[in-house]
Structure formats: C-alpha cells, structure tokens
C-alpha cells in the first residue's frame, strides 16, 4: 500500500539510564520530541536537565539506553559534540554562544566555513547566506545592524536570535533552548521568544528549558516535567492551563510525590 513516508521523530530516547557511582542521576528516561514540535523541560535545579540534555548533545554517554535522531541509531561509542553537530543537535546557551569581537557573519560559521574548492574562506558568500538568515528566517529588524556588525553591539535578545537563526541554517533536527532568556530585560526575551516561533514556523524541533512559566507555556506544544531524574509527566498545551500547569508544579514542589 503506497502513502507517504512515515516521518520520523527529531529525536527518540529509549530506556536511558545514567549513573555517576552509585548516584542514579537518569532513571529510564523515554523521550520523544517529533519534528516541528515545541517541548518545554521542566524540572527544579537538579532535576536531571542538565544530564539528560548533555547525554542528547554527546557531552557524555549515559549508562545505558539507545537514542535515534531522525530514525538514525545513536552509537553512544563514537556519539560526540562534534557528532551531534553532524547529526542535527544544535545548542542555545544563555548568551554564551557567540564570539563577542567577531563580525556576525563570522559567529554564523564558525568550524563550518564556506570555502572555494582550494581552502579560502569565501566570504562573500558566507556574508550573503547570513544576511539571508537575519532577514528571511528570523526575521531579523535591528535598525543600523548589518552581517557585519560586531557582536558586541548587539543587545541579548539579538544576540539569543543569532544563535537560533544559525542553529535553523545548518539543519539542524533539535535546537535545544537551555534558559534563553536569563537575565534579559522583558523587552528583551519577547525579542527571544519571537525568535522561538520562528523555530516552529521554520517546521525544526525544539527543547525549550526556562525556569519562566510563562515563557515555557507561550512557547510549547507539549510539557516534559522531570524529577529526580525521572520523566514524571508529559502533558500538552491544549490539555492544561498555564495555572493548571503552575499548580501541578507546586504540588509537586511540594511532596505531591512523596506521599504516593
């Protein structure tokens, strides 16, 4: 029977576990994030954020467990950073992403440099791929800012949509959001989060991590809650309120868990 291809999800993780010593930091994590899907993460410090996306971005492998990214096995033996980049897992931290002296075009490709067949960087072409990027994919509007403005001139949110919009040209099947939009005026994070929807419209998969509600809530199709280092629930968007959501939080701040 003919049909069209079944999609494969952005990225799948099954059974994963991870140990450090006897601490069990990751208890059987099964995720799955679908293409073109908003998931927010949220969890207290020390949840397992941090584990669980550093195992997706092949900072370390955890202890056990498989992952597919676009139906693709994960070897967690040769499974790196730079492998996940070739992968399709790209990486949003707060405002860390960028090199502050560097013109933008230059931040957009950074380890991936667009050369002539002999070497040279061609840089008029990576000056008019980047020019397209601000402008067509994430719409970028800052008055007096151009490819090659410093990055220094840049204000957070501009900077939080740079590094979005090269996440979005190179591909990639995850753009993982680890807290945005941290110590940013609010200004400033609608500007981040404009960024985000363009994320969704450009049809990517994303992992939004924000210690926000609000912002987590306006940005997500679906809420992992993680605790413990356990995936406690998934819910989505249409199924809950952002107070629901905020409640359902609190309870378990506040030993919904323990007293089951």
Not at 83 to 102: N, P
Not at 180 to 185: E, H, K, Q, R, Y
Not at 197 to 208: L, T
Not at 236 to 247: G, R, T, V, W
């Amino acid at each position: 029977m003919s049909g069209e291809p079944v999609q494969q999800p952005a990225v799948q993780m099954v059974n994963i576990e991870k140990y450090f010593g006897l601490v069990n930091a990751l208890k059987d994590i099964n995720l799955t994030v679908g293409k073109n899907e908003i998931v927010g993460l949220i969890g207290d410090n020390g949840a397992g954020k941090s584990t669980l996306v550093k195992i997706l971005t092949g900072v370390f492998p955890p202890s056990s467990g498989q992952m597919f990214i676009a139906g693709n096995p994960v070897d967690f033996h040769t499974y790196s950073v730079q492998r996940a980049h070739d992968m399709g897992i790209e990486t949003v931290y707060q405002d860390k992403s960028l090199g502050e002296k560097q013109a933008l075009w230059r931040n957009f490709f950074v380890g991936r440099e667009v050369t002539y067949p002999f070497g040279f960087i061609n840089v008029n072409k990576e000056k008019e791929i980047a020019n397209e990027i601000m402008i067509n994919t994430i719409g970028f509007r800052g008055k007096g800012i151009t490819v090659d403005s410093k990055v220094s001139k840049l204000s957070g949110g501009e900077r939080q949509g740079v590094a979005i919009g090269r996440a979005m040209h190179f591909d990639a099947e995850l753009i993982i959001l680890d807290e945005p939009t941290v110590a940013l005026s609010l200004k400033e994070v609608r500007k981040v989060l404009n960024f985000v929807h363009q994320i969704k419209e450009g049809g990517k998969a994303c992992i939004y991590i924000s210690h926000d509600m609000q912002d987590v809530y306006e940005i997500s199709d679906r809420f992992i809650i993680i605790d413990r280092g356990e995936i406690v629930s998934s819910i989505e968007k249409k199924d809950i309120s952002l107070s629901a959501l905020d409640a359902f939080l609190l309870d378990y701040a506040h030993g919904l868990k323990d007293r089951e």
